[in-house]
């Protein structure tokens, strides 16, 4: 089997729609900060004060968004920065503005680490965020009305892969495949059949609910086999393939798709990575194909969050966070929950609440009266509609971040079921105890950025 997408400089194979409406108990109206953002607070004091307000929630509470993480103080300070003022439309060496003696310096720096980190040849860094790289992909290798391939959403794929009220979904034809009812895994066959059968230009892989490992070496031989243009699109696990967590896809796939701003733990955007021969058709589809201006600001911090994300701590980090997710999996199985697909092999979990009698919404917002902040998702077939599903998602990054231990896992599925049981019976004044709970953790594992205590 031939490498399909990178010369992989590394050793690659080495195992290696959220509702955020506001908590009931919103955090107290903070003081303005005029020490740390003066200008802000003199310019705009309404903007200031929620900044303020946005910290002290995010301080005080348990994030378990698998999608979130905290950035580092590095990353925050690059992407405010007066790079923000600079136009340079086009790449490095050739742009269609003047003055580009430092953003081109920085844009290279980028994409050398991301090359680099990663083992490909070719890297996009300017993606503004995950799903306009998917788009990128497309204007890259299909026509309007082309057949393209990818998971369900609702089986655990992203709306970006093919799925109905998507662009993607409306401008090509998505065929969509599933998971076993039985396992909740994928079923490498069916989607063999599927390719076979429908022919798809492009299939992606990977997802917004898949808790288990993704078989990139499987996809890569029945694109192969029916050719098609694999997309792995590794947006949530991003930060566990460079840390040696997850496998890599770069042998496999032909475009590798990601955001930044996950598990990798940057700042919100995307990159477009591929071997050499796909360079030019991604570049043209992200710029002038789909989008104008860089952000360059976005640009410096994705550079100083791969620099990050080289270094060993940050193979620890991911480590670490599968290694909570695990251990978080195995203390709620104990307490009756009902997972996906019986656990995780990542840092992601999602369970089916019918048999703890809640429904996932519900206990979503519950939960988040509680300082346990997580989004309601729909499991493989569920019997109930996309805005009011049967389970909820939740994952480690943030916590690990915080320097959460498999040693607090066991208090985080205490709560967890506590949280679960007082929405069921509506119980206002367990979850404000919790809340309490919840926040004197927190306050002992400070984040970046965020005020102390
Ligand atoms: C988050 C995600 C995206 C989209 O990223 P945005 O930055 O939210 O546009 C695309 N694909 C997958 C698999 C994702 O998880």
């Known amino acids: 089997m031939s490498p399909r997408l990178g010369t992989g400089t590394r050793p690659l194979t080495r195992t290696?729609?959220?509702?955020?409406?506001m908590a009931r108990t919103a955090p107290a109206p903070a003081a303005p900060t005029s020490k740390r953002r003066p200008a802000l607070t003199a310019a705009d004091p309404e903007i200031a004060a929620l900044v303020t307000a946005e910290e002290r929630l995010q301080a005080e509470t348990l994030r378990l968004i698998p999608s979130e993480n905290?950035?580092?103080?590095?990353?925050?300070?690059?992407?405010?920065?007066?790079?923000?003022?600079?136009?340079?439309?086009?790449?490095?060496?050739?742009?269609?503005?003047?003055?580009?003696?430092?953003?081109d310096q920085v844009e290279t720096l980028a994409v050398d680490r991301a090359k680099a980190l990663f083992g490909v040849e070719h890297a996009n860094v300017q993606p503004y965020s995950g799903s306009p790289a998917n788009l990128a992909v497309y204007l890259a290798f299909a026509e309007p009305g082309d057949t393209v391939m990818g998971m369900a959403l609702p089986m655990g794929g992203h709306l970006t892969h093919g799925w109905g009220v998507s662009a993607t979904g409306r401008w090509f034809r998505g065929v969509q495949y599933g998971v076993r009812h039985d396992t909740g895994r994928l079923d490498l066959d069916e989607v063999r059949d599927l390719a076979r059968e429908e022919r798809p230009k492009v299939i992606f892989c990977g997802g917004t609910a898949v808790p288990r490992t993704i078989d990139f070496a499987a996809f890569g031989e029945i694109a192969r086999e029916v050719g098609a243009v694999l997309v792995a699109d590794i947006a949530h696990i991003a930060g566990l393939v460079a840390g040696g967590a997850h496998p890599s896809p770069v042998p496999h796939a032909d475009v590798v798709s990601t955001t930044t701003h996950k598990t990798l733990r940057g700042p919100r955007g995307a990159?477009?990575?591929?071997?050499?021969?796909?360079?030019?058709?991604?570049?043209k589809a992200v710029f002038p194909g789909l989008q104008g201006g860089p952000h360059n600001q976005t640009t410096a911090a994705v550079a100083v969050a791969?620099?990050?994300?080289?270094?060993?701590?940050?193979?620890?980090?991911?480590h670490e966070v599968v290694?909570?997710?695990?251990?978080?999996?195995?203390e709620l199985l104990a307490r009756g929950f009902d997972l996906v697909s019986g656990?995780?092999?990542?840092?992601?979990?999602?369970?089916?609440?019918?048999?703890?009698?809640?429904p996932g919404k519900a206990a979503a917002k519950a939960l988040d009266r509680a300082g346990l902040v997580v989004n309601y998702n729909a499991v493989p077939y569920d019997p109930r509609k996309p805005f009011d599903p049967s389970g909820i998602r939740i994952g480690t990054p943030s916590l690990t971040s915080r320097g959460l231990t498999t040693a607090h896992m066991p208090t985080v599925a205490d709560w967890l079921d506590r949280g679960v049981a007082a929405a069921r019976t509506g119980d206002e004044a367990a979850l404000a105890a919790l809340r309490a709970e919840v926040a004197e953790l927190m306050a002992a594992h400070p984040a970046p950025g965020l005020p102390l205590g």
């Open 323 to 330: 290694a909570n997710a695990r251990a978080l999996a195995d």
């Open 343 to 358: 656990g995780t092999d990542n840092h992601l979990i999602l369970m089916d609440l019918t048999p703890k009698g809640v």
């Open 306 to 318: 791969l620099r990050e994300a080289s270094q060993p701590s940050f193979r620890t980090y991911a």
């Open 16 to 21: 290696v729609p959220e509702d955020t409406a």
């Open 70 to 103: 905290y950035v580092s103080q590095a990353v925050l300070d690059a992407s405010g920065t007066v790079l923000q003022n600079k136009y340079s439309e086009g790449y490095p060496g050739r742009r269609y503005y003047e003055g580009q003696q430092v953003i």
């Open 271 to 283: 990159m477009l990575m591929a071997r050499a021969e796909h360079a030019r058709a991604l570049d």
